[in-house]
Nanobody
Framework: QVLLVESGGGLVQAGGSLRLACAAS????????MGWFRQASGKEREFVAS????????YYADSVKGRFTISRDNAKNTVYLQMNSLKPEDTAVYYC?????????????????WGQGTQVTVSS
């Protein structure tokens, strides 16, 4: 069992930055692929970014490419999402997800473990 806890959300003005963190317990994350997803009010959950077990390869949604950076520190059992140049359309609850595996995964159905989410609100 993997327990994931997100932190770092909040209210920020457009153009600002936030750094989300996802801390894991119960298992070492070094064997897990990790992802970030988001769900805006009234919309379906969508892929944001993912990273393979060793951090060498990352994947991004087109909407965040060049603005967001996913990274991981397996020694700290933590995954991060650095969000720069934030836009009002980035407003959503952001979820961290994990699954065993060496590949890169971009579908929510690929993931077994989910955090509770952290709210990100970007004002215009």
């Amino acid at each position: 069992q993997v327990l994931l806890v997100e932190s770092g959300g909040g209210l920020v003005q457009a153009g600002g930055s936030l750094r989300l963190a996802c801390a894991a317990s119960g298992r070492t994350l070094s064997n897990y692929a990790m992802g970030w997803f988001r769900q805006a009010s009234g919309k379906e959950r969508e892929f944001v970014a993912s990273i393979i077990w060793n951090g060498i390869t990352t994947y991004y949604a087109d909407s965040v490419k060049g603005r967001f950076t996913i990274s991981r520190d397996n020694a700290k059992n933590t995954v991060y999402l650095q969000m720069n140049s934030l836009k009002p359309e980035d407003t959503a609850v952001y979820y961290c997800a994990a699954r065993l595996g060496s590949g890169g995964y971009v579908r929510s159905g690929d993931y077994n473990y989910w955090g509770q989410g952290t709210q990100v609100t970007v004002s215009s």
